[in-house]
C-alpha cells in the first residue's frame, strides 16, 4: 500500500508498505513513518493520505481513506501550509480563516446535503527534519465529493449552455439561501468552488473565507472584509476592504455564471471607463430575461442589487422583472432566525435533490446516434436468422425493440457512454461474425456494410432533428 507524506517540501514523499495490504494489519497497526523525513503519515491514528489533490497559497489538499471506518471511506485532508515569508500579523489571520472554514463546515455542512460535512479538525506537532525545533500543522478533514469543479469543467468541455448556466444558478441560489438565514456570507464563490460530482449535483465549497454576521441593536450592519476575495469575481466593496452583504455572494455568483457563459476571463468583459459589464457581446443569444437577471446582479452598488437569493429565484420563476430601483438606501442586514430544535435521529438530511438528464455534447450525441444504429442493424439480422425455430415476426420485432429500447435508455442515464459503445459494439460484430447461425442468408461483408449503413443513416437523421430543433428554439 502506498501513503503519502504530508510534509511540505519532503525530499520523497511517496511511502510503499506491503505489509500494509492486509487489511486486518492495515487497521490495527499503531503508526507508520515516513521513510524519507520521518513525519508521522496516519493522521489522527486514522486518516490515511493517498493522492495530493492541489495546493493552494494556504495549504493542500489530500485524498485519504479513514481506516476507523468499515469500509475505509474516502475523504479529504486539507493541511494548513501557507506559502511564502508571511509576517506574524499575517500568518495569525491564514491560520484563522483555516480555523474558520472548520467551524462554518461543523454548522452548515451537517445541516445542507450540499455543503461538505466536517469529519475532523486537528493539530499535529512533530519534530523538524532539519533542526532541533518543532513544527506544529494544522489538519481538516471533510467530505470527500467526487467529480469536477466547474473550472475544470469549462476548461475541458468549453462554455456551458443557457440551460446549464441556469440550472446552477438556481441550485447555487438555493444553497445561498441556507448559508445567509444562517447569518453567513460566503465571500468567495467562483467556478473552482462549485463542484459537479457524478450524479450531477453540485456543491459549495471553501468556506475559508466566510463572514460571519452578527445582526443585532448595538450591530445593524453586516461586518467589513477582510480583503479576501477573488479578482474577476468580488464586487467592488470587498475589494475595497468595506462591508460586505448578502448581495456581494450575488454579485460573485452573476460574474462565475457570465464566465460559464463566455468563457472569458473578468478583464476582458468589464468596461473600466463605464465601470460596467459588457458581456453580452460574447453570449449574444442569451435570452433577455437571463441577462437583466444577471445585469442587476452585477451592479456596483450593492443596495441596486438583488438583495436575497430568494429575490433572484423569484425573478427567474416570474414571466418579466421589476426594474424600478429598490426602495431603500441601505442593504437590508440580516435578521437571525429563532432556533430550530435538533431532529431526533440525525441532522442531516438526506440528499432528496431533483435531477436533469445528463447534457450531452454534439459529438456524444453523434457516436451514439452511430452505435445505435449499427447495434439496430446487427440485432435486426440476427434475430430474422433465428426464423428457422419458428419464432413469428412480431416476437421478433418485439424481443428487437426492447433490447434496442434498453441500449438507448443505458445511454440516455450514461450506463454505457464513450469507450463503452465501442466495445459493445466490437463484441456484437464478433459474435456475428464467428457464429454463422446468426447471419442468415447474407454474407458476413454484407452484414457489416449494412450496419455501416444504417449507422450513417441514423446519424444523417439525429443531425437534421437537432438543426431543426436549434432554428425553431431561436425563431421561437
Not at 68 to 82: G, I
Not at 239 to 252: H, I, K, N, R
Request: neutral net charge; charged residues 15%; proline residues 7%.
Amino acid at each position: 500500500m502506498e501513503i503519502l507524506c504530508t510534509r511540505p517540501n519532503c525530499p520523497r514523499p511517496r511511502n510503499f508498505f506491503s505489509d500494509l495490504d492486509d487489511a486486518t494489519k492495515l487497521k490495527t497497526i499503531q503508526g507508520k513513518y515516513c521513510t524519507s523525513c520521518g513525519m508521522p503519515l496516519i493522521l489522527a491514528g486514522r486518516y490515511l493520505p493517498l493522492r495530493l489533490l492541489g495546493r493552494g497559497g494556504f495549504g493542500a489538499a489530500f485524498l485519504a481513506r479513514d481506516r476507523h471506518t468499515p469500509a475505509m471511506r474516502e475523504c479529504v485532508v486539507k493541511q494548513f501550509q501557507p506559502a511564502g515569508n508571511l509576517t506574524p500579523q499575517e500568518l495569525a489571520v491564514a491560520q484563522s480563516l483555516f480555523e474558520r472554514e472548520a467551524e462554518v463546515l461543523e454548522q452548515l455542512g451537517n445541516k445542507h446535503p450540499q455543503i461538505p460535512d466536517l469529519f475532523a479538525f486537528f493539530p499535529l506537532i512533530v519534530p523538524s527534519s532539519t533542526s532541533n525545533q518543532e513544527e506544529q500543522y494544522f489538519y481538516l478533514v471533510q467530505e470527500y465529493i467526487d467529480g469536477q469543479d466547474l473550472e475544470t469543467l469549462l476548461a475541458n468541455q468549453g462554455t456551458f449552455s443557457e440551460a446549464e448556466v441556469t440550472e446552477i444558478l438556481i441550485e447555487i441560489l438555493k444553497i445561498l439561501q441556507f448559508v445567509h438565514q444562517k447569518n453567513s456570507i460566503h465571500r468567495d464563490i467562483k467556478p473552482s468552488n462549485i463542484m459537479r460530482d457524478r450524479s450531477r449535483v453540485l456543491y459549495l465549497l471553501d468556506f475559508g473565507a466566510v463572514k460571519q454576521v452578527a445582526a443585532n441593536a448595538n450591530n445593524p450592519t453586516p461586518g467589513k472584509s477582510t480583503g479576501i476575495y477573488s479578482m474577476g469575481f468580488a464586487p467592488p466593496e470587498q475589494m475595497a476592504g468595506a462591508q460586505v452583504y448578502p448581495s456581494t455572494d450575488l454579485y460573485a455568483l452573476a460574474a462565475t455564471c457570465i464566465n460559464l457563459l463566455t468563457g472569458k476571463p473578468a478583464g476582458q468583459m468589464y468596461d473600466y471607463y463605464k465601470n460596467c459589464w459588457q458581456w453580452q457581446d460574447y453570449a449574444p443569444q442569451t435570452s433577455d430575461r437571463l441577462t437583466k437577471i444577471l445585469n442587476r446582479m452585477l451592479l456596483p452598488t450593492p443596495s441596486e442589487r438583488f438583495q436575497s437569493a430568494t429575490e433572484v429565484l423569484e425573478a427567474l420563476n416570474t414571466l418579466s422583472i421589476i426594474q424600478n430601483q429598490p426602495k431603500f438606501n441601505q442593504p437590508q442586514a440580516i435578521t437571525p432566525q429563532p432556533p430550530t430544535p435538533p431532529p431526533p435521529i440525525s441532522s442531516k438530511p438526506k440528499r432528496q435533490i431533483q435531477l436533469s438528464l445528463p447534457q450531452f455534447s454534439l459529438l456524444e450525441i453523434l457516436a451514439s446516434a452511430a452505435f445505435t444504429g449499427f447495434e439496430g442493424a446487427l440485432l435486426y439480422i440476427a434475430l430474422t436468422s433465428l426464423a428457422t425455430f419458428n419464432l413469428s415476426s412480431n416476437i421478433i420485432i418485439g424481443i428487437w425493440g426492447m433490447i434496442l429500447g434498453g441500449l438507448i435508455f443505458a445511454q440516455l442515464r450514461r450506463i454505457i457512454e464513450k469507450v463503452d459503445l465501442l466495445i459493445i459494439a466490437g463484441i456484437s460484430a464478433a459474435i456475428i461474425y464467428f457464429i454463422p447461425l446468426l447471419q442468415g442468408y447474407l454474407a458476413i461483408q454484407s452484414i457489416f456494410m449494412i450496419g455501416v449503413m444504417a449507422a450513417a443513416g441514423v446519424m444523417g437523421v439525429v443531425a437534421v432533428f437537432r438543426l431543426i430543433y436549434q432554428l425553431l428554439s431561436r425563431l421561437l
